[in-house]
């Protein structure tokens, strides 16, 4: 199976039309098999959807999406699994062990702000 990872860096991208490049994954169980990054530039969005679809690719991991863009992956035959936060590399290996879902971070504990602290993105109460 192919996974695509939409990047910004070494992040996953955290909308897919700011989207740098794509890591291109073959995985097999929980073992990666190869790797490739896809520079994604010379590209419209509408367009990525079909070039990874001839890649064979199966599931696209991104950050923000909208359904426009979701429908277009899907109408590729591409499961799309949006809303994830934090770095590529953490994102393939939940998704390896097959505990990766929507609008999961992936930061490990010590790493992710809490509430009241700098960088917290939570919802907040009115005053």
Not at 97 to 106: A, D, E, F, V
Request: aromatic fraction near 8%.
């Amino acid at each position: 199976m192919k996974v695509a990872i939409m990047l910004y860096g070494t992040r996953v991208s955290p909308r897919f039309g700011y989207s740098q490049g794509v890591m291109v994954v073959e995985v097999s169980g929980h073992q990666e098999i190869r790797r490739k990054t896809l520079e994604t530039q010379d590209y419209y969005p509408e367009q990525i959807p079909v070039v990874l679809s001839k890649e064979g690719v199966e599931v696209v991991i991104s950050g923000g999406m909208n359904n426009y863009f979701q429908d277009l992956f899907r109408s590729q035959g591409i499961q799309v699994i949006w809303g994830i936060i934090g770095e590529a590399n953490d994102a393939l290996a939940a998704f390896r062990n097959g505990q990766l879902t929507p609008g999961m971070g992936c930061c490990p504990e010590g790493r992710r702000p809490r509430q009241g602290q700098r960088g917290f993105r939570g919802r907040r109460s009115l005053p």
